[in-house]
């Protein structure tokens, strides 16, 4: 673990940063040597880049792997060495120019089929859509048909008023239950019981009403004798 951030801690900064400052550089001051230096070794670099990837997941357990890979940094970078610009003089561009029309030839196939590849998932995707919303508006279409014509068809008008007097009919039969159906059957002694039990309301419903009454009539009375007292006092 301890080698693995060794080793990318070097890649990053003296395999990275550091020929990128110095790219700047030659770019800047416009040094045809050091940008051909530095254009090589981003040439070797990426080659570089795509064989750790490979060999990262092969052959990291060899011992000394992650030492390997800081040495062989600093020997493309060092300038007494000149790593980078040795293998891109003797392997590199040898092999890049015998095979560079071939490249070129895959690359404009490459970019033409990616075209075509595009434009075809394109119309694929355009008609997949239309014909899901065509889809989707016969349904739509479909349901207000089968609603409509359900709706205008007399027989079936018919039999839904049908069911709502039907069902008005249960409501007003239940709402029209008088209290003695609503009441739930009792045995004999209940029933003797309750028939005492109203009775007895009975009676003491009526006395209130003849109380009421008795004092309704007083009130009266003394409402007729004030007249007649108020009159015989004017006269006095």
Request: charged share 25%; net charge positive.
């Amino acid at each position: 673990m301890v080698s693995w951030i060794i080793s990318r801690s070097v890649v990053l900064l003296f395999g990275t940063l550091y020929p990128a400052y110095y790219s700047y550089k030659a770019v800047k001051t416009k040094n045809v040597k050091e940008y051909v230096r530095w254009m090589m070794y981003w040439i070797v670099f990426a080659l570089y880049t795509v064989v750790e990837t490979i060999t990262d997941l092969t052959v990291a357990w060899f011992p000394l792997y992650y030492e390997l890979k800081i040495a062989f940094v600093i020997w493309l970078l060092s300038p007494y060495t000149r790593g980078a610009s040795l293998i891109y003089r003797k392997c590199l561009h040898p092999l890049l120019s015998s095979r560079e029309r071939e490249i070129d030839e895959y690359i404009v196939q490459a970019k033409e089929k990616s075209y075509e590849t595009m434009v075809n998932f394109g119309k694929q995707g355009l008609s997949i859509a239309a014909t899901a919303a065509i889809d989707q508006q016969e349904a739509t279409g479909n349901q207000l048909f089968q609603y409509s014509s359900h709706s205008s068809n007399p027989a079936v008008r018919r039999t839904q008023r049908s069911d709502t007097a039907a069902r008005d009919e249960y409501y007003y039969d239940q709402e029209d239950r008088t209290d003695e159906e609503a009441e739930p059957t009792f045995s004999e002694d209940e029933a003797v019981s309750q028939k005492g039990l109203r009775r007895s309301q009975s009676v003491k419903i009526t006395r209130s009403r003849l109380r009421k009454d008795a004092r309704y009539g007083s009130l009266k009375i003394k409402n007729k004798k004030r007249p007649a007292l108020s009159s015989l006092n004017s006269g006095v």
